[in-house]
């Protein structure tokens, strides 16, 4: 039994000696045919796709998609769906508008020169500024979260007086 058992060892070590020299004799021929594992890759892919768009569930497949592309449903969602890309397009075209002409109102605005002369602090507090729209609608809200935050009695502590509550260059209201 155990030289049954070494003769099969020795079978199994021949035949992977066997089996490695035609694996690079096959190599050697690839070489000289100019086929690289890439090649080898493309061509398996190629056959493969060859061998999908011939198979019965491709063409069933294909052949269903084409009686939906033709149907009356895929049509009328078809012009839906342009008609809502279109009119969101045109919404978003719309905002872009606004946000640069709102931009380019700032811009007009005194305050954008100011950076050259004066601190931000100053800018901000400038009455120009103060009373355009924009600000007016920002003060509103942080006043509106302030109250909801802190209540009506603000954040005041016992120290702080009135006087010290009238903004002035130094000590804007915000």
Known sequence: MYSAMFQVEEEIGTLRQVLS??????????????????????????????????SNAYLSASSTLEDISRSEAYKKTQE????????????????SSVITRKLGDMRALPFSNSFSNYSIRHSISMPAMRNSATFKSFEDKVGNL????????GDRSPADSPADSTPTQENPPF
């Open 21 to 54: 020299a035609k694996e690079r004799h096959a190599a050697e021929l690839k070489r000289k045919l100019g086929l690289s594992p890439l090649t080898e890759l493309k061509q398996n892919f190629t056959k493969s796709w060859q061998d999908v768009q011939t």
């Open 80 to 95: 839906t769906l342009s008609q809502a890309g279109q009119k969101t397009t045109a919404a978003i075209s719309n905002v």
């Open 146 to 153: 302030k109250y909801k935050v802190v209540g009506p009695g």
